[in-house]
Structures are given as structure tokens and as C-alpha cells.
């Protein structure tokens, strides 16, 4: 098997000078498919993808993007390779507008970004409506269409997502799970992180269980879905 597009691979680290959090955990997702990561509260899952985006220090383990060693990256120059990540909590400036946050999702870029705007705004068509809304007086769920936006203005070859469906009504979360399937369908790798595990694990290539920082289960998302184990113990049955 060739190397997936982008991998943590045997990571292990915590925060700071404290204990680690993820223990030998390896993640990765393949050229154009959908990953997903499950598992319990606290398992380690916003870490796992910090640990990807370079905001941990690794004890041992690394990154590898395109066969490319970035381990010793900072955040910053993996956008510059083609990473975007939408973190679970504040991923959205609240008191700027709309528009202004995907201008500041677009930092990095010198060129003209208005074609990748209207592309933000033709697949969340509610985001050009409120263009010149501070982000801050939207729904959860547009709020959420901002920040995976904002993400998208980098124009990623690999998208991380950290819960992008939290506090959203099921209707709503239905709604996102299709964009993403649809920005994956044009080619853009996706990692994600799902505490709808079910939902997540019906539209995902791979599925990660993590549990107390390690792999516990790692398989297509169907068969996860079909294990009677992971059913039992992560998805209620
Ligand atoms: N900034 C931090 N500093 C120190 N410890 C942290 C920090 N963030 C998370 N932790 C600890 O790391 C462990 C894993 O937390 P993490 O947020 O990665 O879990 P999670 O699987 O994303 O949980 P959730 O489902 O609640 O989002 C927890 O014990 C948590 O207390
Ligand atoms: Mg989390």
C-alpha cells in the first residue's frame, strides 16, 4: 500500500510539560476520501488533530503530508502546503462580518480570491445572504458554514473538520454532512472528528475509535458500523 496523503503516524505527546494525551496514535486519510474519528468525550480526539496540525509538541511520531515529513511545521507553513483546520471551539471571529471572515480565512493567499469566495458562497448560498452580518448573530449552523468557509478560502488539499455538526439541530447536521461530502466530491481530502458517530461513519472511507489517546478500532466506515463491539460500546447499540 503507498502512503497515505496525510498521516500522524505512532503520535505521542500531550500539553506542555504535562502527561501525554495520545499514546502511539496513528490517523491518517487517503487522497480524496472522508476520515472520520470517533470515540468518547476526553478521548483525545480534538488532540489527535491539533497533534496533525502541528499545535502539539510530539514526543515521538510525526507527519506526513504527500509523503512529505512536517512534523516540525508550524501550523502556519501547513496551510501554505495545502492544510485547512476548522478547531471545535472559536473558529469563527464573531464580531467581524461574514465576508471579513473569509478574508481572514485567506491570510496566506497574494493572489485574487474572489472566485473562491463565490464558490464558498455557491455552496453555502445563506453565507452571501449574510454577507455584511457580524458572524456572531448568525445560527449555530451558519455559524458553522463560516467557519468551514473560511477554511475552504486556502484552497486546501486536505480539510480537517473538528466537530463541524456540533449543536446542531439533525436537520442542520444532515445539511452539513452533505456540503462536506460535496467539497470531498471536488476533491478535497477530509479529516474529521464526529461525535454523530453513526452519521459520520456512514459517509466516511476510514474510521478511527480512539479511546484514552490510542487506536482502538480502525476500519472502513461500514464495517465499524457493522462491528458489533463498536456498536455496542460507541454507538448505542
Ligand atoms: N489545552 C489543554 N491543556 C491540557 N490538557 C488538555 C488541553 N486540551 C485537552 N486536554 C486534555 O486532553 C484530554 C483529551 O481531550 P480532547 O479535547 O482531545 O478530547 P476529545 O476527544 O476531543 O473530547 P470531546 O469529545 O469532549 O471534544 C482530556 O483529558 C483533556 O482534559
Ligand atoms: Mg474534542
New binding site residues.
Partial sequence: MAEPFLIGDSMTGG?GN?PD?LHDCTIAVEKGEIAVIV?P???????AMKAVFGMLNLRSGAVRLDGEDITALTPQARVAKGMGFVP?TQNIFTSMTVEENLEMGAFIRTDDISDTMAQVYDLFPILKEKRNQPAGELSGGQRQQVAVGRALMTKPKVLMLD?PTAGVSPIVMDELFDRIIEVARAGITILM?E?NARQALEIADKGYVLVQGANRFTDTGKALLADPEVRRSFLGG
Avoid: F, P
Wanted: net charge neutral; no cysteine; proline share 0%.
Fill in positions: 500539553y504535562g494525551i470515540g468525550n476526553g478521548a483525545g480526539k480534538s488532540t471545535q466537530e472528528v461525535q
